[in-house]
């Protein structure tokens, strides 16, 4: 069975790190702390997103697209051939691990749009992307691209994540923010693009939860021309967070109050100017409110935001040192690649936390 | 205290209070077993005219000129409720003749009769106001 | 004399070991059922009068009364029923349209029946609403298209006008002429304790209940009663009436014997005159009148207040919802055929219209499908009967309901359907004095808060079983829905799936 | 503070619990010339049918004087009062000093003077307890009992009797029994149900001359009788007040506050005369009522408390054998009337005014009629054709229904 044939309710780890300072680092670490979590997932889907790795082609979309097959393969470059300029394009560097199998064709492309295409489209540019490979996702059968974003990518299999980060090579890539999840699916997913995190240009999502809004979201979203091909609670978050941040304008503050919208009674005691802005925005985007639980790690191009559901059914912990920021389901996962804390504590229900480059970008 | 007051503009002139203050003073259990085949003498009582109706009952004044009147003490004003005690009473009248609101009426038994506000049946408070369907008489604390 | 070939279709059952002769189900009945025979000292009663209404059982201090139909029979004929024959047998007699009051009675499915609710298990938790807050607050009205931020780059306040709700539940139209001044009272005195609103309907609004403006809305429909300046300005919102679930299609009909000095006020029509309301609006025959009607009543109101465009759910439902989406109308409320009315044609309530369940499934995906879901909220009416089958609607699509019949029952209401004959026993669908009066606003109010606070503790268990602790989450949430005994045709167009699916 | 009251009846009672309702400490003294706990009076005649004890008749429990902190001084007359020491002297030679002084003597039964009178042996007059019990301890079967006045007490004491199967005859000078209180045609009624109960009238006639056992009228009619009682009436008790030259008329004068000519000296009761506000007169009203009320009136007023009592009317409400009277009032002006032979109703009206009423049979809220003469309620505030036919609420005006009924403040 593939996701998206079915709800999977899935329990997880998920864990972050980022560097204020934009100093790249390896993604070993990464690995190692949400290998502390390995009883939180049971090897069905682990992975990784990756930001400020592909410095030298930062200009360019990075597409990352696994095929079932050669003539998938074929047909998605004949696509993309038509619809973008391929600056560079390869296998993604893999090692043989014995617990990774079933492994599908996995490429890697550079690309921009073609200026006449773009042009044609009457869309911006990174509309046009997303269309694009919302195009491929759907309608090329066998092909999926589950990363899209500029100097940043995602890396994903079912399997432990540890496994799946080994099977990467992740410890060569180095990078100024990486995030892993770990999956405990209630079902059992064959396939590759079914784990996590998952991705939108260069949003990506991981998360632990389920959410008990799901279809209200899911319907409320479809309407704006994103299709949720996974039925997955990661999907959905990541497009009402593309929604709320890109095409609508929020700021990342303002869509904590929209997805973790405090309770009315806490609404009502605060000051008149800033009751009427979150009456505002509960009600103005009502169907992008998500309740039940969740803890999820928005990473995003020179930024991590890290949130849990307004009554905080998830753990969730966040922790500082100098310039570097941590995020985890538990702190094991952050005390195991750094004991020496400046600060730890355990954000609030719907209280997001937001850290971004101390220059805004590299 | 707590007194009963009517508002005519809810009475539907049902006689229902009637019947639950003769069922009352009966200390029956069952209305039917107590009031069957018999005409019922209440203490509170419905005036209907033209499509006006309303209760009444005692008062309970402040000055109550039948308590004064009384020509024998039966008729006595005890925690604010004006009680009679029936075997004093020799039916002299004055306190029919004394009571601005018709409340006190002969009873068959030789003694007056007047509301009591249930205290001594078995139930305990007035079932005229139980008995009411729309709220027409009530039983409320208003502060005097 | 001619015969009678109508047979009673109840009879009055009295105990007389019970009966004390109080005389109250005489004095209660306003058909003159009951009747004392002082020579025989005992009460007799004429089952041809009864319409089954139990405000003599319920009165009676000894319960000495039960009504019960009867099982006097034609012969078995399962194709002419008893209730055929009777219809025939008096239109024979009268010659006349038969007519009838609320909602259709006959048996066809009721969708909200055959849908299920989803509660969590292990994978998430269930929410208690005793221990966590749980919201069923709503705003009605439709949304921005796009934000707008002001120099400093805070958000401006772009919202269109908004009703606040405190839970997703309205009283539905219902006139004053077709219900009586305590009955206005209670919903309006209701509706402002709850924080919800109600509905003057089409009868204009008592000067009275000016006072509960914000919590009332004032309809505007094809007679145009007591429609003036004063009146649109003194609501929270306008409904234009284009049609009513129990007649579509089909004006409203108030005898002139209701329309006592108050009513013709309040509908500025001279006393004792009927009040007749067109079958369409005459200034409009088309969907572009209604854009124009729904923006002069804008004009009017200086774009303060929320239009509400109330349909009739008819077979093209999804289709004129989606034109009234783009009429500039912010709510659509659309009347289910079970809606109840005070008088209606027989045919046309049993025969005419849509189950509201299918309507609003069709609606709801239709108005997303184009993406203007956002435009507009959906109120839906046409027998909600329990909290169940609000929150069976709000997953469905719905914002809010309206409820009509339930809380008529709530006030006393006992479904006689004699609404027509203005003798209604419980003081409700009557304009006569001495029947008025037996509604004390004092209790009915109180009845009906109670209703809905006993229906909010409701939809609060349930939405807490599911995991939603805001009621926003709930709003189209369809997987929370499966379907028993539906087939593939009534599943898709609900949109849901069948159980254990 | 110390109150004296003279006087142990219904308005000596009155002033008790109105001085205890100001005053919790007071000395109040009470001194009875006779030896009982104060009893209602008017039910001497129910001792003798047997409708009451003597215990009944008590007219409050026996804890009352220790309960009000009363000294009730028994068989002790008043003889006089001497104003400047503000004393009481009594007929033990001993006295009480007062500083409040209620005079609550009540009236005596006047004694007629008859020929022949002194060499009857067996007379009584029917005012008290002790009166009513010597009466009965000569009554047996068949004894013959000659009434002289067919009023109030005559005819209560001839009901009070008449279950000892004795032989009753009533004389009287006037035409009609209860000239007082009724009409010619409520009083024949009355007359003729008394006769259906063995009494026998011998009205408009007068006794010239008594026999130790017979008496004989103007008419010379004779007739044999073994007991006699007079009862053609009763005079106020005034002399302590007339004989320290307080103002008194038949009865002693007292103002709205129950306050005599004197100083700190207060009456109350049958032995005073107050005015009768629905003829505006002076007159003496021997009820029991007005002498609670007085007595209240008083007792406020002694005990400090500005207390007016400005609404005395001549009210009764009698029955004999069943058949109620209840009268109230003045009997003058325009007349509503309504009988059928058995029942008897009349009320008398003028200057929007009703001054009186008689009632007879049908007796039930007669109440109402009271109020409106006491509260000289303007008849044009209600529906007065209704109101004749049936005494209730419903003649009033919604508002005044709504202040009565609804506790609506106006």
Avoid at chain 4, 38 to 44: F, T
Avoid at chain 4, 124 to 143: I, R
Wanted: with cysteine; glycine share 8%.
């Amino acid at each position: 069975m593939r996701e998206g044939m079915f709800r999977n309710p899935s329990g997880c780890a998920i864990s972050g790190i980022f560097s204020r300072s934009g100093k790249r680092f390896s993604g070993k670490c990464i690995i190692d702390s949400i290998a502390t979590m390995r009883d939180r997932s049971n090897g069905l889907g682990g992975g990784f997103a990756a930001y400020g790795i592909y410095p030298e082609y930062k200009e360019y979309y990075a597409f990352h697209i696994f095929y079932d097959s050669k003539s998938a393969k074929k047909d998605c470059e004949k696509f993309l051939e038509e619809h973008f300029d391929i600056i560079n394009l390869s296998k993604i560097p893999t090692q043989k691990v014995p617990e990774i199998t079933d492994e599908p064709l996995i490429w890697r492309y550079f690309v921009a749009p073609l200026p006449t295409k773009l042009a044609d489209s009457q869309m911006d540019e990174r509309e046009f992307v997303v269309k694009c490979v919302f195009r491929i996702n759907t309608a090329i059968d066998g092909a999926y691209v589950f990363s899209s974003g500029k100097n940043m990518g995602v890396f994903k299999a079912v399997g432990f994540p540890e496994d799946v980060g080994r099977f990467y090579r992740l410890e060569e890539y180095e990078g100024y923010c990486f995030t892993a999840h770990g999956r405990y699916p209630t079902n059992t997913p064959g396939w590759w693009g079914g784990a996590h995190p998952f991705a939108l240009l260069d949003y990506s999502v991981v998360h632990n939860g389920e959410i008990s809004s799901y279809d209200a979201n899911r319907r409320a979203i479809e309407m704006y021309g994103y299709k949720c091909t996974l039925q997955t609670d990661t999907e959905v978050i990541t497009y009402i967070i593309d929604y709320l941040h890109r095409k609508k304008g929020l700021k990342l503050e303002e869509i904590c109050l929209v997805i973790a919208a405090p309770f009315w009674t806490t609404i009502e005691n605060k000051p008149e100017e800033e009751r009427q802005e979150l009456e505002y925005l509960r009600s103005a985007f009502a169907s992008q409110l998500i309740t039940g639980p969740f803890s999820i790690i928005v990473g995003f191009e020179g930024g991590m935001m890290a949130l849990n559901d307004r009554l905080k059914l998830r753990s969730m912990v966040v922790a500082e040192k100098d310039d570097m920021f941590y995020v985890a389901s538990e702190e094991a996962a952050i005390r195991i690649i750094q004991n020496d804390l400046d600060k730890v504590w355990s954000p609030k229900g719907g209280e997001g936390v937001i850290v971004t480059l101390e220059k805004g970008r590299i | 205290m707590k007194r009963v007051y009517v508002n005519e503009k809810w009475c539907l002139g049902c006689h229902l209070c009637e019947y639950y203050c003769a069922f009352a003073s009966t200390n029956e259990t069952d209305m039917a077993k107590a009031l069957k085949d018999k005409k019922i003498n209440p203490r509170i009582r419905i005036e209907s005219n033209e499509g006006i109706n309303f209760a009444v009952s005692c008062r309970h004044c402040e000055e109550p000129l039948c308590v004064k009147g009384c020509i024998t003490g039966a008729l006595s004003k005890n925690d604010g409720i004006i009680t009679i005690d029936r075997n004093r009473c020799i039916s002299c009248y004055t306190c029919i003749l004394c009571c601005p609101y018709g409340a006190v009426s002969p009873s068959e038994d030789g003694a007056v009769q007047k509301c009591e506000l249930c205290i001594k049946t078995n139930v305990g408070t007035p079932q005229c106001v139980k008995g009411c369907p729309n709220g027409a008489i009530v039983y409320e604390e208003r502060g005097e | 004399m001619a015969i009678n070939y109508v047979y009673p279709e109840y009879e009055i059952v009295r105990n007389y070991d019970r009966c004390i002769n109080c005389r109250v189900c005489e004095r209660q009945c306003a058909n003159e059922a009951h009747k004392y025979l002082s020579d025989y000292n005992k009460m007799t009663s004429d089952d041809s009068k009864c319409v089954n209404c139990h405000r003599c059982v319920a009165l009676c201090p000894t319960r000495a009364l039960k009504i019960v139909k009867s099982n006097h029979t034609f012969r078995e004929n399962a194709n002419w029923n008893g209730k055929s024959i009777n219809e025939i047998y008096k239109q024979a007699e009268s010659g006349g349209v038969l007519l009838s009051s609320m909602g259709n009675p006959e048996n066809y499915p009721v969708y909200f029946d055959k849908i299920l609710l989803n509660a969590s298990q292990v994978t998430n938790p269930s929410i208690d609403p005793l221990r966590e807050p749980m919201e069923t607050r709503v705003f009605l009205g439709a949304k921005p298209d796009r934000i707008e931020r002001d120099e400093n780059g805070r958000l401006k306040n772009n919202m269109p006008p908004q009703l606040k709700l405190s839970m997703p539940v309205m009283f539905s139209a219902m006139s004053y002429g077709s219900i009586s001044y305590n009955a206005h009272e209670s919903l309006a005195r209701a509706a402002a304790e709850m924080g919800i609103l109600y509905n003057t309907g089409e009868g204009g609004l008592h000067e009275d209940f000016y006072k509960y403006g914000q919590n009332t809305i004032v309809q505007v429909a094809s007679g145009r009663f007591g429609v003036h300046k004063k009146y649109l300005d003194s609501g929270a919102a306008i409904e234009i009436k284009m049609g009513q679930g129990a007649k579509p299609g089909i004006g409203g009909h108030l005898p002139g014997t209701k329309v006592g000095e108050d009513i013709s006020k309040t509908r500025m029509i001279p006393e004792g005159t009927d009040a007749i309301s067109p079958a369409p609006h005459h200034d409009i025959y088309s969907i572009e009148d209604l854009r124009q009607l729904v923006y002069s009543l804008k004009e009017a109101t200086a774009y303060k207040k929320p239009i509400i465009v109330k349909i009739a759910a008819v077979h093209n439902v999804a289709a004129i919802a989606s034109g009234i989406a783009r009429s500039g109308a912010d709510i659509i409320a659309i009347d289910g055929f079970r809606g109840g009315t005070g008088a209606a044609p027989t045919r046309i309530r049993d025969h005419v219209g849509l189950p509201i369940e299918l309507a609003l499934a069709s609606v709801d995906k239709r108005l997303r499908d184009e993406g203007i879901r956002n435009n507009v909220s959906i109120v839906v009416a046409g027998s909600i009967r329990s909290s169940a089958d609000i929150v069976k609607a709000v997953a469905l699509g719905a914002d809010c309901v309206y409820i009509g019949t339930a809380a008529l029952l709530a006030l006393g209401c006992h479904l006689c359907r004699s609404c027509q004959t203005g003798k209604c026993n419980w003081g409700i669908a009557t304009q006569r004095a001495d029947l008025v009066k037996r509604l004390n606003p004092d209790i009915g109010y109180k009845r009906l808060v109670n209703l809905l606070t006993a229906w909010k503790h409701e939809i609060k268990e349930m939405m807490g079983g599911m995991g939603i602790n805001s009621i926003e989450s709930l709003k189209g949430n369809r997987l929370m829905l499966r379907g028993v005994g539906l087939n593939e045709k009534e599943l898709e167009i609900l949109g849901i799936k069948h159980a254990g699916e | 503070m110390k109150y004296v009251i003279i006087g142990n009846s219904t308005a000596a009672i009155g002033a008790v619990e109105a001085i205890r309702k100001n005053d919790k400490e007071g000395k109040i003294v009470i001194l009875s010339k006779e030896n009982h706990h104060v009893y209602s009076r008017p039910l001497i005649s129910y001792l003798l049918l047997g409708k009451t004890t003597e215990e009944k008749m008590k007219y409050r429990k026996d804890s009352f004087y220790t309960e009000n902190k009363c000294e009730l001084k028994l068989n002790k007359t008043a003889e006089r009062i001497d104003v400047e020491n503000k004393q009481v002297i009594l007929d033990d030679g001993s006295y009480e000093s007062y500083d409040k002084l209620l005079i609550a003597t009540g009236s005596s039964p006047f004694v007629p003077p008859i020929r022949g009178l002194d060499k009857v042996k067996n007379k009584y007059t029917f005012t008290t307890l002790d009166d009513a019990k010597a009466l009965e301890s000569v009554l047996n079967e068949n004894s013959r009992v000659l009434i002289v006045g067919a009023g109030l007490i005559g005819l209560k004491c001839a009901e009070g009797i008449s279950k000892k199967k004795v032989k009753i005859t009533c004389v009287d000078l006037s035409s009609r029994v209860l000239s007082s209180i009724l009409d010619d045609e409520s009083s024949e009624i009355v007359k003729k149900h008394l006769e259906n109960n063995n009494i026998s009238f011998y009205l408009e006639h007068q006794i010239t001359e008594l026999d130790e056992d017979i008496a004989v009228l103007d008419d010379n009619t004779k007739i044999p009788f073994d007991v006699l009682v007079l009862a053609v009436g009763v005079r106020p008790n005034v002399s302590l007040i007339k004989d320290i030259g307080g103002k008194t008329n038949r009865g002693i004068i007292i103002d709205e506050r129950c306050r005599t000519s004197i100083p700190d000296i207060y009456a109350a009761g049958d032995c005073c005369e107050s005015i009768d506000i629905s003829s505006e007169e002076a007159k003496v009203m021997a009820l029991l009522p007005n002498a609670y009320m007085q007595g209240e009136c008083a007792g406020m007023n002694m005990s400090g408390v500005d207390f007016v009592f400005d609404k005395a009317i001549p009210m009764n409400a009698i029955g004999f054998f069943g058949l109620h009277i209840i009268t109230a009032g003045t009997y003058s002006g325009d007349v509503y009337f309504e009988s059928d032979g058995k029942n008897y109703k009349k009320l008398f009206y003028s200057n929007n005014k009703l001054n009186g009423f008689i009632l007879v049979g049908n007796v039930e809220k007669a109440g109402i009629y009271t109020s409106l003469i006491r509260e000289k309620t303007p008849l044009d505030t209600l529906d007065f054709e209704l109101i004749c036919k049936i005494p209730g609420l419903m003649a009033f005006s919604k508002e005044t229904r709504a202040e009565k009924l609804g506790g609506v403040r106006k």
